[in-house]
């Protein structure tokens, strides 16, 4: 295992300790509503913290981009960044729905390059280096075999944010609920695209997200074989918040859907 890689295990168990602590305490969480539907409690600031305490560590030079604490690091540009969820589906966990995960990614110069996803509920271990394939607890993983639409199951996300996109969004839901064997939306899109790079879904979309929210999640996919674009296919997903993935001929049939109901002044 690549020694970022090593860190970045060790920072995600470290923030999986704090949530998994915070599930057998009997006091009600102190939530705090961050924007309409967006929620932050403090385990997701203690979840950060540990996080950014063991890669600060180990990587005193390195910047970070967390979705609690924002952009920190050296104040010159940096070669290295963090992109740290510290606890992917909040509103899950608030409401004790076992679907959430801490979420790490680096980025070299923009390029991914390392990624952990950890699920504390299942207890699985998602890792992937560049060049070097992802692997679910240390076992090889790849996206599903199958190649049409009408036979896949397609995970999703509700706008939750944005509401100046639920119309698009709805006429893709309407038209992906008769093109696929099913579609899904546990609520956490870091698991989601887990999930696609491990084959349990086929393919997924969604918009309005932040980079946290992906970073990891598109390395995973990436690296077991799968496709992963923002709607106009290219790679810029991270920038416009918008993203599709799948394996290669799903995510090309499930592409054309979504992009045949973007409006002309929604953002690729």
């Known amino acids: 295992m690549h020694p970022t890689l090593t860190i970045a295990v060790k920072a995600a168990r470290r923030a999986a300790s704090v949530i998994n602590r915070a599930t057998n305490q009997l006091e009600p969480l102190n939530v705090q509503a961050k924007s309409t539907n967006d929620f932050v409690t403090e385990i997701d600031h203690a979840a950060e913290q540990a996080i950014i305490e063991v890669l600060r560590d180990a990587y005193p030079q390195h910047g970070i981009l967390a979705e609690e604490s924002g952009e920190s690091g050296p104040e010159h540009d940096t070669e290295y960044q963090w992109i740290i969820d510290p606890l992917d589906g909040t509103t899950n966990f608030i409401h004790g729905f076992p679907q959430y995960a801490v979420s790490i990614a680096l980025a070299r110069n923009g390029t991914l390059e390392q990624a952990v996803v950890f699920d504390p509920n299942r207890n699985e271990l998602f890792t992937a280096s560049k ?103 290219e790679s810029a997903f991270l920038t416009t918040g918008n993203v599709v993935a799948g394996t290669p001929k799903v995510f090309a049939q499930l592409l054309s859907v979504v992009q045949a109901h973007r409006p002309s002044d929604m953002p690729a």
């Not at 099913?182 to 997200?209: K, N, Q």
């Open 131 to 233: 060049g070097r394939g992802a692997f679910l607890n240390d076992r090889r993983i790849r996206v599903s075999r199958r190649t049409r639409l009408n036979e896949s199951l397609i995970g999703t996300g509700f706008p939750f944010r944005k509401f100046d996109q639920v119309d698009a969004y709805l006429a893709m839901f309407k038209e992906l609920t008769q093109k696929t064997a099913g579609l899904r939306r546990p609520g956490s899109a870091a698991l989601d695209l887990a999930w696609v790079a491990c084959g349990r879904i086929d393919g997924f979309w969604e918009m309005g997200l932040s980079p946290w929210d992906m970073a990891a999640g598109a390395l995973l996919i990436q690296e077991a074989g799968g496709l992963v674009s923002d709607l106009a296919g």
